[in-house]
């Protein structure tokens, strides 16, 4: 990875990672899109890519909070049923995954769609449709089409000072491509691509923390690059949202989705207070219950599109929704508003739900019309101006493959102009509550009953989030004095005139502040870096080392001050987030002060207005050097200067190093000043390259382990919250530095004691089900159990090359064995017992040559059934 300094978006220096796939185009998609559902072609061909010789679409992914995203440089996100390799973990992503390595995948394909007048001709460029062949968007030629890469984690690769998020990724495209053999002709207008003639300018945007994790935030620079004014330009969001887990990537994954429009919540401050949500959703109709139970493989959660910036305030807004039967037109469907004299009804050909070609595609992004939710189809709503439901709508109703647009406009582009508009795409869990709701509930004549049983309560959280972080409530970001709008809540009042005609004075109240100022800020409180992690391994025991100088000394952004709290160590035995288990923890020893306050006449409460002190910093302020704070209570509170006070430990106060089994590696080293200049290089250790003070060394052993299987480590740390913005306590999330090591001993050792190299389990059963033990496929869910074998390699120095024959003398498998020296699993690796010739390994005896710098070692294994 290069570090290139760019200036194409506000100036920032970023990063970037070329990614070039192999493409093929579905051309014959369009001759056959009537008999074949083009999903079932490209899963069963693959994920397709797309190249030419002269244009490359890349992918990348987002990975770091909750939601794991594939994105393209052509104005798409999902991967048609594929997975793409994330360029940095080398893991397969499909599409989108939600939660994070849940194997819940959330989406087909989404675009955006950009529509506008030209002159006289009425123009729209998207970067996919439901015909999956029409892709008017792409990136430049080499090298400006390559993805570019931020962070604001200081621990990161990706690190840049002028990054927005943990993890930003950078792209640009224009639709001004022509070329009849890379763009191929609208199917139904018949007609070669004309241009508008835009560049767009995409930023997204993601964070690990744990009110931002579920959310990724788009932020888009619509340019005309051309030389006429784009009129009357409308923006689109469409999302093919399929729901299914990675086993059911098929018809019955694809054909029981719904889909809907939710517009408010109830805020949860109470008080009647109503937040706005807008949220364009998706979702399985009943969550995907096995044998009436919630497992691993159920799809229980919502994802969808929130708007959260449009270049003016009064828009239009449109939400359509539609289902496309590839094989009958007669059979498509999307809700439509009936004909009148002051909107006269579009034919769109044989289809009625499928906006095809340009003029229809701009119609539906115009037409200002939001479609009743997916599971009302069966209800008559010709009086509220909707045609009645068609035939089928009963079926429709529970649950099809559909599609969803949300669309907003009209503005003008003057060449050269640039306008922003920025979007959420924002992940819900457990809408589903109880297994049986949609079995037993569902109606399609009365839907009422069964959508009550939803739960839209995360869902909107997060929307609100997604908003909040986007434009800060209560910041006035460009110090013009307005801090946004707020809600007050009147707990008390008291009536000014005795006649009762007068007005009532709030005595306590509660201010809310709602939304920002209108300027976007793109960022918010998060946890002190996580520290970087370096794994020794042993036999049975992993030896975990940190520094924590970057964790215990970066200020919080919206603090201004060093909120560090300590850091907690977790182990597991996969990636997913709920399967770590923490094995100790460090927090430092302070206390919250409570102080006791007169907020009315006749009401006293406690409050919590600063952040922790210290017990050195409260014995000092006290004048009492033998103070102990939790010596008082709320109903024995301190009294001093007249004040009354009382204390309660900050998380658990477990500061004893000898006791939770964190210790320094350097004890007796000073603490250093936070001035690199004045570091002395005796009081340095290099970590990653990088030299930082030994005083912040850390180490922690966890023993008895297994040596045959893998763990996941992670350290993370963790802040004492916002007492004054009712912030809690953060913490960095595991998945962010996890490190996969086995307790095994380390490539140097191995070298070092000249040790032999071993292989397990051996003989390898054939006919044992090591999967089903736990040993095999714990990541692998899609794969079946002869294609997530393996056969482990171990005591390997840190580079050599592993070749596999038969008895006969013929090379079944070489395996290249690189890792750098103190890397994870820098003496081990495995096979897959599947040969060079991609088949499957037979049962019988099988010699191994190890290949190294320092020597040859021969030795031999079995599979057997």
């Not at 185009?25 to 009537?34: A, P, V």
């Not at 950078?170 to 241009?195: G, W």
């Amino acid at each position: 990875m290069r570090i290139l300094n760019c200036s194409r978006y506000h100036a920032r220096p970023c990063f970037r990672v070329f990614i070039i796939l192999a493409i093929f185009l579905c051309s014959n998609i369009g001759h056959t899109r009537e008999i074949i559902n083009p999903k079932t072609i490209i899963r069963g061909r693959g994920f397709p890519p797309l190249s030419t010789a002269t244009v490359n679409v890349s992918y990348t992914a987002h990975n770091r909070g909750n939601i794991q995203l594939a994105i393209a440089n052509n104005g798409t996100f999902g991967t048609l049923g594929g997975s793409i390799a994330d360029p940095f973990t080398g893991e397969n992503i499909p599409s989108c995954i939600y939660p994070k390595n849940s194997d819940l995948v959330y989406l087909w394909v989404a675009a955006i769609w950009v529509g506008a007048v030209v002159g006289r001709d009425t123009l729209v460029s998207v970067g996919n449709e439901d015909f999956y062949t029409t892709r008017e968007l792409w990136p430049d030629v080499p090298p400006f089409d390559e993805f570019e890469y931020g962070s604001i984690d200081i621990n990161s690769q990706r690190y840049s000072p002028d990054a927005f998020s943990e993890e930003d990724i950078y792209c640009e495209y224009t639709d001004t491509l022509k070329d009849p053999n890379i763009v191929l002709a609208d199917p139904f207008d018949n007609s070669q691509h004309i241009p508008l003639g835009i560049k767009v300018e995409q930023r997204s945007m993601a964070w690990s923390y744990s009110y931002a994790d579920d959310f990724i935030l788009f932020d888009y620079r619509v340019e005309n690059i051309g030389n006429k004014v784009l009129k009357d330009v409308y923006l689109g969001i469409y999302a093919d949202g399929d729901v299914w887990h990675v086993t059911r990537n098929n018809p019955d994954g694809w054909n029981d989705d719904i889909v809907g429009f939710y517009p408010t919540h109830p805020a949860p401050e109470g008080c009647g207070f109503i937040d706005t949500i807008n949220i364009a959703y998706h979702a399985d109709n009943d969550g995907d219950p096995e044998n009436g139970v919630w497992n691993e493989k159920s799809t229980r959660g919502a994802v969808g599109v929130r708007v959260v910036r449009t270049p003016a305030e009064e828009l239009n807004i449109s939400y359509n929704w539609w289902i496309i039967n590839y094989s009958n037109a007669t059979l498509d469907f999307g809700p439509r508003q009936l004909h009148s004299e002051e909107d006269p009804y579009r034919n769109f050909g044989a289809r009625m739900g499928t906006p095809e070609g340009d003029k229809n595609k701009y119609y539906i992004m115009k037409h200002k019309e939001f479609d009743y939710d997916l599971i009302y189809s069966a209800l008559d709503h010709t009086r509220q101006g909707w045609r009645p439901p068609p035939d089928n709508a009963n079926d429709i109703a529970h649950g099809f493959d559909c599609r969803y647009l949300l669309s907003f406009g009209p503005f003008d582009i003057s060449p050269g102009q640039k306008l922003p508009i920025s979007f959420a795409w924002v992940g819900g869990e457990n809408l589903h509550q109880q297994p049986g709701d949609f079995e037993n509930l569902f109606d399609p004549q009365n839907p009422d009953v069964y959508y009550n049983s939803l739960d839209f309560s995360n869902l909107a959280s997060n929307s609100r989030w997604a908003s909040w972080v986007y434009d800060n409530p209560g910041v006035d970001t460009d110090d013009d004095g307005y801090f946004g709008k707020f809600r007050v809540c009147i707990i008390e009042s008291t009536l000014i005139d005795s006649s009762g005609l007068g007005d009532y004075l709030p005595t306590l109240a509660d201010t809310f502040w709602y939304e920002g100022d209108g300027v976007p800020d793109f960022k918010g409180a998060g946890p002190p870096p996580a520290p970087k992690l370096r794994i020794i391994p042993e036999n049975g025991k992993l030896i975990v080392r940190w520094n924590g100088y970057h964790s215990e000394n970066t200020p919080d952004i919206f603090l201004r001050a060093i909120d560090f709290e300590g850091y907690r160590i977790y182990i597991g035995r996969d990636n997913r987030p709920n399967s770590f288990s923490l094995l100790s923890s460090y927090d430092k020893e302070d206390y919250n002060r409570f102080r006791l306050k007169q907020v009315t006449s006749t009401n006293v409460e406690w409050v919590l207005e600063e952040i922790p002190f210290t017990l050195d910093s409260l014995r000092q302020l006290f004048g009492d050097p033998e103070f102990e704070p939790l010596a008082y209570s709320r109903t024995r509170p301190y009294s001093f200067d007249g004040e009354q006070y009382f204390f309660e430990p900050q998380d658990f106060n477990f500061s004893s190093l000898s006791a939770n089994g964190i210790h320094k590696v350097y004890p007796l080293m000073p603490k250093p000043s936070t001035n690199e200049n004045e570091w002395r290089e005796n009081e340095l250790v290099y970590d990653y390259d990088r030299p930082l003070p030994k005083y912040y060394e850390y180490e922690f052993v966890i023993d008895n382990l297994l040596s045959s299987i893998p763990y996941y480590v992670a350290v993370t740390s963790f802040d004492f919250g916002s007492p004054v913005t009712d912030l809690p306590p953060l913490e960095s999330s595991p998945t962010n530095n996890m490190i996969v090591e086995y307790p095994q001993l380390s490539a140097s050792e191995v070298v070092a004691e000249n040790l032999d190299a071993y292989v397990y389990p051996n003989p390898y059963r054939l006919d044992v089900n090591y999967r089903e033990l736990g040993y095999e496929g714990r990541q692998q869910p899609d794969r079946t159990n002869d294609r997530v074998r393996s056969l482990h390699f171990a005591n390997l120095p840190n580079e050599c090359t592993i070749r596999i024959y038969s008895l006969d003398g013929d090379l079944i498998k070489e395996i290249d064995h690189n890792k750098p020296a103190g890397s994870p699993q820098s003496s081990h690796n495995e096979w897959d017992l599947i040969t060079r010739n991609t088949q499957s390994a037979v049962s019988g005896l099988y010699y191994f040559v190890i290949e190294s710098a320092e020597r040859t070692q021969i030795g031999k294994f079995a599979l057997i059934r």
